[in-house]
């Protein structure tokens, strides 16, 4: 019997046109009226603003518009030409057809591929053309098209192949469309959910060091969106080299489905099990990571298992089974609490003695050590610039902090998790054989058996050069110093810019810090004065004043500047000084008498007093509470002319005695 | 033509089909039967390589049908429920069925028209439910399947157009040498188009004949005695049921008219009447046991 041997159905393709080829008509729209449009627009309106673009990437025009279309037009598209697979009456109809599976898998991908690609091309045409026959250099140039172009048909590419892979799984089209944005971003999910539970399970656990920029590139949503302006070739390779294997999936999956499950959740049986109990551990730890960062007890990570555990137990079991009337299914539940239970005692218990790890100091080359909140390790540190090195290498440092470690050990408790003042310290030793061991702890730096480690390091040249720019800047790159008293700043600030003064400032500066004493560094007190000095790479570097820095304080006066450089009693009226936690700008400016919640000082000894015991509130070991002081220059006592916050415990013994502290 | 061999298929724990084994020759019209939920409908589409069965075998025409475009090529399914795209006109739908079957008939789709009578021009999804039906078969029969199933085909179809398709069928069956399937709850609905009967009852085919033979070989007997009933009157009859009313005793026998007649014969009965069974009657007596399922097929 003769049979065409035509490979294409062309009817079938109409029919695809037919039923979803309108998404591609509003996908060519949306690109249409977010770039082209828009650049006509701006050209027409000859708006200036425009003429100096910082960045020339087509994305950045109506970015909001192009994310939404891009990362929406492919599910949908995948949604509607995979509709008869999940609707029973078509599922019977095309698959008593005689065409093969294969066959009209790849027939409905190809509709696919070219609606999502077309639009795009016919948007690079017009945008092409554009550039062609008009002067728009400064808002594009050719090769923008191409990358754009490039980057847009990729990502569409790899996320329709998702949505491939799902709809084969799936029986409803509704499940495929939230299940491929789940698909999606699983990879990146599931890393950051694991690394923060077992943060939660192992003390010394870093999640950021597994949790750094690059989960972001492991879900192509969250790629695209963070990254949409630095895709590179190889990137690309690989997202296309992905929609493949998903495809080869897919029609493989699509060959061994069973068409009676349409309209069913999962249609492989095999995959329902994996389904259920992975929908339930994913909403377990998602439930232990939100209660875990939000809250500072370690019994709401428990209690936040249990509630993401019961809720995506039943969730799951809902979707599968299409019922509200789940709950007498306690069974799956039962044994998965006693696996998950089983799991995190053993993780828990710490076998491989990960917790008490500590490497001998003749095997570690350097180490990165941070006592701050800030993580920076393995990271580009743009905003420092004159930091080259983030290690500690000497041989005092490195037993210090093998010592200061020891301690933490000892000291740390499953239970500190997130307390508000808890600092986090991050140990990164990098061993001669290569390896790194990585550790983070919250905890409570001022406990004193840390004292004595923390004295060693913070002392330490090695140490202070890793944490103060200035000391790793020559003299003679400096080009302009500027001291703020901290009161009335706009009038009084003295400027220096005789290279010969500059260069006895700087190296007076640079004596003070490497002088600098733990205690000054921990607990010091400051003049209110903000140093910046300004180097010849126009970098900008602030300093606070200390009043350990006596170099600096003397080449002040010899040189006459000490006056104006500080802040002293006389030139102040009145401080007035309130909790932080109040109201206070509102009592500084409508009260004028003291009151419990409010003191004013006009006695100028006292005010001196204030001045002498001055502590920024974010350096060394400040804790709360804070407390508000408001400095009154001149006649107005009105509206006070700078406030800070200082800790209370840098107030003076007649502040503390009149609210009543200690 | 058609060989299913045992067959089975699971779904979601439930057996739906047990070992189904069922053969259906070339030109013939095979009727399925069964009540609601029996497994008829998952039988045909497994028949069609619509679904695949778990175990067992569908062989038509000598090769399995599952995933094979060229057998498919020649089978057309008509389901109980029917599909067409949605938007689609009755003519759009015959191109999209040239373009996938190869042997679509464009003459025999006009000639169809004509007897129909229905707007090609119009939307399938305006068509009136025994409209649509007509669509269906129009569209199936132009596609000159060697194999036609059709899954309740009648329901919803007043008597003109039941009587009107009965007869196209039976047309091609006699042209072509077609082969066709029909599933029905209601062994009336199909008794004057079959010549095939298979009894679909909880997954399991639980009676298979040829409609001609049935009918021939099972006989209704009104007899009586002056001397009431001779002991070995029945020792070499297939006696199926047995019933006395008064003098007179009714059977059930299974057996050539002409046997039952001389045997009986012998033992010179007063009134000796033989009958023709009601098919219906036939399937009672028949399935004895497993009666109370065929009831439902039979209203």
Redesign the interface.
Known sequence: ????TSWF????I??DL??VGWIGIIYLCALIFAVPLEILLRISNEDYNNYYMDETSLFNFHLEIQYFAILLVPVVLAVFLFRYLHV??????I???????EKLIHHHAITGICLVILPVIITAIILLIMSVTMDISNYFVVTDIGYWLGVTIVVNIVIFASAILIATVTGISTVQGVLTYIFLLFPAGIVVLVMFNMDYLLIGFSEQYYTNRSVIELSPITDFVDNFDQFSLFKSIVYLIISVALYVVSVQLY?RR???FASQAITFSLLKPIFKYGVTLCMTMLGGFYFGETQTQYYWVIIGYLIGSILGYFLAEMLLTKTWRVFNKWKGYFFYIIALAFIFIVISLDITGYENKIPEADEIEQIYFSTDHYYNYNQEIEEYRYLDSQYVTTVENIEAVRGFHKQVIEQSTRFDVNDNWFERINIAYELKNGKTIVREYQMDKTIPAYQPYLKTIYESTEYKQLNNQILNVATNQVEKLTISPGVNDDENQTVVFDPQQIQEAIAALKKDIVNQSFESIINGSYYMSTIRILTSDNEDIFLEFNRSYTNFEAWLKDNQLYEDAVVTADEITKVGIANSEIDFYELFTNETENNSELLFVEDKEDIQSLLNNYSPSEVGYARPPFYAIAFFVGEDDKDPTTEYWIPANNLPDFVKAYFDLN | MININNVSKD?ERSVVLKDVSLHVNQGSIYGLLGSNGAGKT?LL?IA?????QDHGEVVVNEQVIF?N?????????I?D???F?S?YTVIQMA??Y??????WNAERFAKLQQLFGLDVNKKIQRFSKGMQRQVAFWLALSAMPDVLVLDEPFDGLDAVIRQKIKNLIIQDVADREMTVIISSHNLREVEDICDHIGILHQGSLILEKDLDDLKSDIHKVQIAFKDGLPTELFNHLDVLHKDQRGSVLLCIIRGKDQDIAKHISQYKPVVYDLLPLTLEEIFIYEMGGVGYAIENVLV
């Open positions: 019997m003769p049979l065409k159905k062309k009817e079938i109409k029919h037919r039923n029973k009456g078509s599922t019977d109809f698959h008593s057809l005689p065409i093969k599976r060959r069973h068409l009676e | 779904f998952t589409k069609t390589g619509i679904l695949q995933e475009p060229h057998i498919k090529n020649n089978v057309v399914f389901p429920v029917l599909y795209f938007q191109k999209f040239e373009d996938i079957y190869s042997n």
